[in-house]
């Protein structure tokens, strides 16, 4: 058993420590470890303090350019790790990869882990308006990641890292998401009725919410009868977020039933017979994926890294290409109009997710990395 460390974590939302890595920071913590998690204030921040964790408020703008203001952030961080001088801090999202790293080198801390948690929003293909944040976001990797241990969600995010030399070879982790507690997500049998679709994620248009829209509205034409749903809010913060009234105008037209954000996916996966993702976004593992799999569910997703990860076209479910509509209606219906291959599909889903994909399998590699980091000090 080795002695206690201070683990600090850090994201851009409170949401997402509480969604994505709530686990690593009980695991942490159970294992005799403080644990320290950083975030702005939100929705979930009361929860994250009533699960007994020390949480502290770290107010930034993710969609901030102003230099002044962003200087002052990096600034701000540096107080903050000073002050609570972590053995070890690992960052999450792209703003705190870029400027906890920095604050982190600025007070000589060499024990950081970086999580590329898929490239999101900023290296969403076909957005030139994005090219010069790319490639002031590149600038920083070079200068900031090479230092630090990298833990990649899927291989081509590594590739790519490795071939622009953002990385340095021999600090590169492989760890596919952040875990499917497999005892909560259950395979069931699928409700009788109509056959459900759902697209559960943020709704943000390189998410396809557009897309699969549209394949509900041509499906519908088609004759085909089932029932579209998307699940989740949309994301202020973010730019290509789909407002609100466009959610609305749709549920209140029939083609889609708006069912916002749930609180307990593991009761919403089992009400449906297919989960969509038609996404274009650079996801790293989409959680949605391999929690609507762990649950026995066929799956159609796009031909882009992370969802390749969780798909296996023909196996569990089906990849199609980002934004082809016409691809999408056609994997759509097959599974529609065949229950016997949606059940194969969902027992393949279900074996591939506890091959690869268990809290525990990632929480145990994940654990491994911050040992080889820590060195002497040794975690618990």
């Known amino acids: 058993m ?8 850090f994201a851009n939302t409170d949401w997402y420590l509480y969604n994505f890595q709530l686990a690593l920071a009980r695991e942490l913590r159970d294992r005799g470890n403080e644990v320290i998690l950083v975030s702005p204030e939100g929705s979930y921040s009361a929860r994250l303090q009533a699960q007994g964790f020390h949480w502290v408020n770290f107010q930034f703008s993710r969609r901030g350019v102003n230099p002044l203001v962003e200087a002052w952030t990096v600034i701000r961080l540096i107080r903050l790790y000073h002050r609570e001088k972590p053995d070890l801090i690992h960052h999450f999202t792209v703003k705190c990869v870029v400027y906890g790293s920095l604050a982190a080198s600025c007070l000589g801390i060499r024990t950081v882990v970086n999580s590329v948690t898929g490239l999101g929003y900023v290296f969403t293909e076909g957005q030139g308006a994005r090219t010069w944040l790319k490639g002031l976001v590149n600038l920083f990797y070079r200068m900031l990641l090479r230092r630090t241990q990298v833990i990649f969600q899927n291989p081509e995010d590594r590739d790519l890292f490795q071939q622009q030399n953002l990385v340095a070879p021999g600090r590169v982790s492989l760890i596919l998401g952040s875990g499917t507690d497999t005892k909560q997500f259950v395979p069931r049998s699928e409700a009788k009725g109509d056959p459900v679709i759902i697209l559960p994620a943020r709704l943000l248009w390189d998410k396809g919410v557009g897309e699969f829209v549209a394949a509900a509205r041509i499906l519908r034409d088609q004759g085909i009868v089932a029932r579209f749903a998307l699940v989740g809010d949309t994301d202020e913060g973010n730019p290509a977020a789909v407002p609100s009234a466009q959610l609305k ?4 037209s029939g083609v889609i039933e708006w069912w916002g954000w749930q609180e307990d ?3 919403v996966y089992p009400v449906s017979h297919i989960v969509c993702l038609p996404t274009a976004y650079r996801e790293g593992v989409p959680k949605t994926l391999v929690e609507a799999a762990a649950c026995g569910r066929s799956l159609v997703a796009t031909n882009i890294p992370g969802c390749r990860e969780v798909v296996r076209d023909g196996e569990n479910g089906y990849l199609v290409r980002p934004r082809d509509i016409n691809a999408l209606v056609v994997a759509l219906r097959k599974l529609i109009e065949s229950p016997s291959l949606r059940a194969t599909m969902g027992i393949r889903g279900r074996e591939i997710v506890l091959q690869k994909f268990s809290t525990t399998i990632i929480l ?7 040992r080889a980091v820590l060195g002497d000090k040794k975690l618990s």
């Open 2 to 9: 080795g002695s206690h460390v201070k683990v600090l974590l």
């Open 249 to 252: 105008q749709w549920a209140e």
């Open 265 to 267: 996916m593991a009761q």
């Open 364 to 370: 145990s590699q994940t654990l491994d990395v911050y």
